[in-house]
């Protein structure tokens, strides 16, 4: 971690001043919660839409008239701008602000759907794809916004709660999708009206952003904290800023990447999966692979609560990678047959590494990287993850049209467990990195860990002994003012 910012005497003082207006800190009252409550149901429009075409894709693909690889189209033309798009968009959310940020990603959602949902009842495929094509330009980064608005709102002890309740209330817009929709087409005989009730919803999600920006500025107008664009140019972000991510963060982008080709791009062709293996219906299949986000979302708040008690995140991502490993391990050696029960206990598993993994992973980045460059850092993993769910599935359905044996499925479980393998090396050389840099991610307390950490550095030790003048080596000497140090360095994002 660079220790660059110039320490003088005269600032550090007035800097300690700045503990008076951290006593009107609103985030350290029950506000927090409601900005949680919003947080929460900003993403629920995104999660549920995302899904739209999978829970109607028979129908779809009828009234569009569209083959499968156009159907898939759907989802592809979401997840490839998303290679490059998050990583500006947390740029972008680090530059100009989170609170705009989130209401341009909104809009684009909103929009897409509402371009999807008319490009569906004018039944023309261009529109629909223009719709997932706009769609895509904000889902991802909306998503970047809202982990880098609640890092900025919760820290040490309740991080991985707060990340872990985004990922509870999102994911159950994943499984309303699930049922909702095809109850919809039934009651009604068209796809239209679940389009619009998902159109409805981002426009409720882009409500939940607009207060939740207004509450978020008047935190900063009481703590004083400067618009982004009035910063000096030395404490603005820098594109170059990425320059300063360290082995540890790049190893959980890799991770990353693997563990969510293991859970995601499994989900993709888990009903065909599960009706060619083991000969369930469709609507079997469909409830048998909503299991593992149902799960959850009701298991991610509880691993939140629960990291943020114990910490020990490298050995909970792990965890995690192992149980989403053993999962594919089990398919494996599993034969087909009919309509076996064992396979739905897979999906179990695969929930509680996934839930885990989404509660640990995500809010172990805010640990990894400088307080100001936390949204870049979340759009870069965000932009590594959508490059595994851009050609995951193009790998599986060449694994799969080339290989007989178990109709393709065989060698596809194999490069699951492949990637699989890749997860939990890359967990374990996190640890190691982890281990030999003061522990930060696997401490119960990383803010802590981490501000001794930063203090204990070689060159802000040797700084300390050569530019200081004798007073002001005095007055740090006593563990009263190192302790108000660190904490205003801290909270001056000078790390
Ligand atoms: C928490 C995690 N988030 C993601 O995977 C993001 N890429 C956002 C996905 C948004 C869906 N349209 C997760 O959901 O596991």
């Given at each position: 971690?660079?220790?660059?910012?110039?320490?003088?005497?005269?600032?550090?003082?007035?800097?300690?001043?700045?503990?008076?207006?951290?006593?009107?800190?609103?985030?350290?009252?029950?506000?927090?919660?409601?900005?949680?409550?919003?947080?929460?149901?900003?993403?629920?429009?995104?999660?549920?839409?995302?899904?739209n075409?999978?829970?109607?894709?028979?129908?779809?693909?009828?009234?569009?008239?569209?083959?499968?690889?156009?159907?898939?189209?759907?989802?592809?033309?979401?997840?490839?701008?998303?290679?490059?798009?998050?990583?500006?968009?947390g740029?972008?959310?680090?530059?100009?602000?989170?609170?705009?940020?989130?209401?341009?990603?909104?809009?684009?959602?909103?929009?897409?759907?509402?371009?999807?949902?008319f490009?569906?009842?004018?039944k023309?495929?261009?529109?629909?794809l223009?719709?997932?094509?706009?769609?895509?330009?904000?889902?991802?980064?909306?998503?970047?916004?809202?982990?880098?608005?609640?890092?900025?709102?919760?820290?040490?002890?309740?991080?991985?709660?707060?990340?872990?309740?985004?990922?509870?209330?999102?994911?159950?817009?994943?499984?309303?999708?699930?049922?909702?929709?095809?109850?919809?087409?039934?009651a009604?005989?068209?796809?239209?009206?679940?389009?619009?009730?998902?159109?409805?919803?981002?426009?409720?999600?882009?409500?939940?952003?607009?207060?939740?920006?207004?509450?978020?500025?008047?935190?900063?107008?009481?703590?004083?904290?400067?618009?982004?664009?009035?910063?000096p140019?030395?404490?603005?972000?820098?594109?170059?800023?990425?320059?300063?991510?360290?082995?540890?963060?790049?190893?959980?982008c890799?991770?990353?990447?693997?563990?969510?080709?293991?859970?995601?791009c499994?989900?993709?062709?888990?009903?065909?999966?599960?009706?060619?293996?083991?000969?369930y219906?469709?609507?079997e299949?469909?409830?048998?692979?909503?299991?593992?986000?149902?799960?959850?979302?009701?298991?991610?708040?509880?691993?939140?609560?629960?990291?943020?008690?114990?910490?020990?995140?490298?050995?909970?991502?792990?965890?995690?990678a192992?149980?989403?490993?053993?999962?594919?391990?089990?398919?494996?050696?599993?034969?087909?047959?009919?309509?076996?029960?064992?396979?739905?206990?897979?999906?179990?598993?695969?929930?509680?590494?996934?839930?885990?993994?989404?509660?640990?992973?995500?809010?172990?980045?805010?640990?990894?990287?400088e307080?100001?460059?936390?949204?870049t850092?979340?759009?870069?993993?965000?932009?590594?993850?959508?490059?595994?769910?851009?050609?995951?599935?193009?790998?599986?359905?060449?694994?799969?049209?080339?290989?007989?044996?178990?109709?393709?499925?065989?060698?596809?479980t194999?490069?699951?467990?492949?990637?699989?393998?890749?997860?939990?090396?890359?967990a374990?050389?996190?640890?190691?990195?982890?281990?030999?840099?003061?522990?930060?991610?696997?401490?119960?307390?990383?803010?802590?860990?981490?501000?001794?950490?930063?203090?204990?550095?070689?060159?802000?030790?040797?700084?300390?002994?050569?530019?200081?003048?004798?007073?002001?080596?005095?007055?740090?000497?006593?563990p009263?003012s190192?302790?108000?140090?660190?904490?205003?360095?801290?909270?001056?994002?000078?790390?």
């Amino acid at each position: 971690m660079e220790t660059s910012s110039e320490f003088t005497p005269g600032n550090d003082f007035s800097v300690l001043d700045k503990e008076d207006s951290n006593k009107n800190d609103i985030s350290k009252t029950r506000v927090r919660y409601y900005m949680l409550f919003l947080a929460c149901f900003l993403c629920f429009g995104n999660y549920f839409i995302y899904d739209n075409p999978s829970a109607l894709q028979t129908q779809l693909e009828d009234d569009l008239d569209i083959s499968s690889f156009e159907f898939g189209m759907l989802y592809s033309i979401y997840s490839f701008p998303n290679v490059i798009l998050p990583f500006f968009g947390g740029y972008l959310v680090d530059m100009m602000g989170v609170r705009i940020g989130i209401f341009i990603f909104s809009l684009f959602v909103t929009a897409g759907q509402a371009i999807f949902a008319f490009g569906v009842s004018i039944k023309s495929y261009p529109v629909a794809l223009l719709g997932r094509g706009i769609f895509g330009c904000g889902g991802e980064s909306q998503n970047v916004a809202q982990s880098a608005i609640v890092s900025n709102w919760f820290s040490g002890k309740e991080l991985s709660m707060a990340l872990g309740m985004n990922v509870s209330i999102s994911r159950l817009g994943s499984v309303l999708n699930d049922v909702l929709e095809p109850a919809l087409f039934e009651a009604t005989g068209s796809v239209i009206l679940g389009l619009w009730v998902g159109f409805g919803l981002c426009v409720a999600s882009l409500v939940c952003g607009v207060f939740l920006g207004a509450i978020d500025k008047k935190r900063d107008r009481i703590l004083g904290i400067q618009d982004k664009k009035l910063l000096p140019d030395s404490e603005k972000v820098k594109l170059s800023d990425i320059k300063t991510f360290g082995f540890s963060l790049w190893m959980v982008c890799v991770n990353c990447f693997v563990v969510y080709i293991d859970v995601s791009c499994f989900n993709n062709i888990a009903s065909n999966y599960y009706q060619t293996r083991f000969d369930y219906s469709t609507q079997e299949s469909g409830l048998i692979i909503s299991i593992t986000y149902a799960v959850a979302a009701i298991l991610c708040p509880i691993f939140g609560k629960l990291v943020d008690k114990i910490g020990r995140r490298v050995i909970l991502i792990m965890f995690s990678a192992c149980c989403v490993t053993l999962v594919h391990v089990l398919f494996l050696v599993t034969p087909d047959s009919h309509k076996p029960v064992y396979p739905i206990f897979y999906m179990i598993l695969l929930g509680l590494g996934y839930s885990i993994y989404a509660s640990v992973m995500w809010a172990s980045i805010p640990y990894l990287v400088e307080p100001k460059t936390i949204g870049t850092a979340f759009g870069v993993a965000t932009s590594i993850q959508n490059l595994g769910l851009g050609v995951g599935p193009l790998i599986v359905g060449y694994i799969k049209g080339s290989t007989k044996k178990e109709d393709g499925y065989y060698w596809v479980t194999f490069f699951f467990v492949m990637m699989g393998l890749v997860g939990i090396g890359s967990a374990i050389s996190i640890y190691i990195n982890d281990m030999r840099t003061g522990g930060v991610l696997n401490s119960h307390d990383p803010r802590q860990a981490r501000e001794n950490c930063i203090l204990s550095t070689p060159q802000l030790k040797k700084k300390v002994d050569e530019d200081l003048p004798e007073n002001v080596k005095k007055w740090l000497s006593s563990p009263t003012s190192q302790k108000a140090l660190r904490q205003s360095l801290v909270k001056q994002q000078h790390f």
